[in-house]
């Protein structure tokens, strides 16, 4: 019988199979990224939904921002898994991520926000 093909076939086509223990943690940070892109939707869909005492225009920038850095989250996690996937299979440093310095300043932002206009 033959082997399937995994797919995608430019990440699993090149280089060796690394550790599959280096791969599994790979998946669980790729895991940990889409519960952070699902927490930042959710965030968003609350500012939008309940009443804060913010003005409804600020209010409804801070959900539309928090619901694109959550589908941008979600998306750019794919590609960093996919990158560290393929440096692993390559014997190549893993590269770099300013995710968690976008995530982050996203969140101080819209907090920043919050507490400068509800006090």
């Known amino acids: 019988m033959a082997e399937k093909q995994r797919w ?3 990440l699993y086509e090149v280089g060796e199979d690394p550790d599959y223990r280096f791969s599994f943690a ?3 940070t790729f895991l940990a990224w889409i519960r952070t892109a699902l927490a ?3 965030a968003g869909i609350a500012m939008d939904s309940f ?3 913010l ?3 600020v209010q409804e920038i801070l959900a539309a921002v928090l619901v694109v850095s959550g589908m941008l989250c979600a998306l750019s996690s794919v590609v960093r ?3 560290a996937e393929r440096a692993m299979r390559l014997g190549q440093p ?3 991520t ?3 310095i976008a995530v982050a300043g996203i969140v101080a932002i819209v907090s920043a926000s919050v507490l400068i206009v509800w006090v």
Request: hydrophobic content about 40%; aromatic content about 8%; glycine content about 0%.
């Open 98 to 100: 300013r995710m968690t």
């Open 55 to 57: 003005p409804d225009r």
């Open 40 to 42: 930042l939707l959710a």
């Open 8 to 10: 995608p076939r430019w």
């Open 81 to 83: 898994w996919a990158r």
């Open 94 to 96: 893993l590269p770099p």
């Open 51 to 53: 009443n804060l005492s």
């Open 26 to 28: 790979s998946e669980r």
